[in-house]
């Protein structure tokens, strides 16, 4: 079986249990909340957590679930897309999607949840980005 890391987003209003679910249906999963350890033990224990279960699981899919600019950086997401496929799903709408389009072509996909970003990332020659509602 495949195996798959989620790097997912767990909050007092935001759950992350479903889409966890759908993953375990069709890979070996192991997750790390990044909210969590955010706010458990510092943003900086995030990236070594990362690592130590990037070479302990060996995973085939890195799925990350992120918003914001300041969790992982552009060398961060280049090193992760050495090691397996990567996905960068953000839900939310930003004004500014540097950080994305920085770390875009570095990894396997990006997805956003409006096709305007899409289609600002592809007008910028991009394309290894998708449109992806949220449910």
């Known amino acids: 079986m495949k195996k798959a890391l989620l790097i997912k987003l767990e909050a007092p209003s935001y759950s992350s249990i479903g889409m ?11 997750s790390i909340d990044w ?4 706010f458990n033990l510092g943003i900086d ?5 990362i690592m130590f279960q990037v070479g302990l699981f060996n995973p085939d899919l890195i799925f990350i679930q992120l918003q914001v ?8 997401f ?9 996905i960068n799903y953000t839900e939310d709408v930003r004004e500014d999607i540097q950080w994305m389009e920085d770390a875009a072509p570095h ?4 997805l956003f949840t409006n ?13 290894n980005v998708a449109y992806m509602p949220v449910s």
């Open 78 to 86: 280049k090193e992760l897309g050495k090691m397996a496929f990567v």
């Open 115 to 127: 096709q305007d970003d899409v289609d600002k990332l592809k007008e910028k020659g991009i394309y």
């Open 20 to 30: 966890e679910r759908a993953f375990k249906e069709h890979f070996e999963v192991v």
């Open 45 to 49: 224990k995030l990236w070594p957590a």
């Open 35 to 38: 909210q969590g350890v955010r």
């Open 107 to 110: 990894i396997g996909l990006t």
């Open 69 to 76: 600019s300041h969790v992982l950086n552009t060398e961060q």
